[in-house]
């Protein structure tokens, strides 16, 4: 079953606004991690948040992390149409010996020129 | 540098088949994890393996099997196949060191259809 809980499920926007994407989660983790998926191929790794941190920047993307409301919202200032795709965030739950991913059921974003 | 390659590409079976899915992770990685996606949804966790044990399953029947090979590589196998394993199969690769959850490189996956 899906930890993540993510919204919108779906997002139009126009080239050059801001795109914002909330993710909420119920178990303790170790990291928050952002994913781009184009078109049902392979996921691409965005941006990993630990659970001491509170903001992160990577180019035009900024995630915040809010442990205590388990929750994590990513930010895409000035979007492009290749911008277009889907979004997941994952929660890292590490065991005794290995640890695994929880996807959420991700954003549908596009973008439009 | 080679990322994460994964074979095939499509994969058409029918029902109570058995299927192999084969996974290269990234040079230099050691630990494999394998998700299944169906349409429309989210990645889950089928397991992962380091030092060619499986560390962490996630909610899978037995049906779903694994193996690491000593040059790290992966094989995902599914037996008696049903219509509901139609999905997507994702091969991650990480490095243990670094925590197994850490960044997480994928493949491009494993389209299998099952009829």
């Known amino acids: 079953s899906q930890q993540g809980e993510e919204d919108p499920q779906a997002l139009s926007i126009q080239e050059g606004e801001n795109a914002t994407m909330n993710c909420s989660y119920k178990?303790?983790?170790?990291?928050l991690q952002w994913y781009r998926q184009n078109s049902g191929r392979g996921l691409v790794h965005l941006i990993l948040?630990?659970?001491?941190?509170r903001e992160k920047h990577s180019g035009r993307l900024r995630v915040t992390l809010d442990t205590s409301k388990k929750s994590s919202s990513l930010l895409i200032t000035a979007s492009r149409a290749a911008d277009t795709a889907s979004y997941f965030c994952?929660?890292?739950?590490?065991?005794?010996?290995?640890?695994?991913?929880?996807f959420g059921q991700g954003t549908e974003l596009s973008v439009k020129p | 540098d080679a990322g994460v390659t994964q074979s095939p590409t499509h994969l058409i079976k029918t029902r109570g088949q058995q299927v192999t899915l084969r996974c290269s992770p990234k040079?230099?990685?050691?630990?494999v994890s394998w998700y299944q996606q169906a349409l429309g949804q989210g990645p889950q966790f089928i397991f992962q393996?380091?030092?060619?044990?499986?560390?962490q399953r996630g909610n899978f029947p037995d049906r779903f099997s694994g193996h690491q090979f000593p040059n790290y590589s992966s094989e995902l196998n599914v037996n008696a196949l049903l219509l509901g394993d139609s999905a997507l199969y994702l091969c991650?690769?990480?490095?243990?060191?670094?925590?197994?959850?850490?960044?997480?490189?994928f493949g491009p996956g494993t389209r299998l259809t099952v009829l």
């Open positions: 991650a690769s990480s490095l243990a060191l670094a925590g197994y959850t850490d960044t997480q490189y």
């Open positions: 178990t303790s983790i170790n990291n």
């Open positions: 994952a929660t890292a739950v590490i065991y005794n010996q290995g640890g695994k991913l929880i």
């Open positions: 040079s230099g990685h050691d630990t």
């Open positions: 393996y380091y030092e060619e044990e499986e560390r």
């Open positions: 948040i630990r659970s001491n941190e």
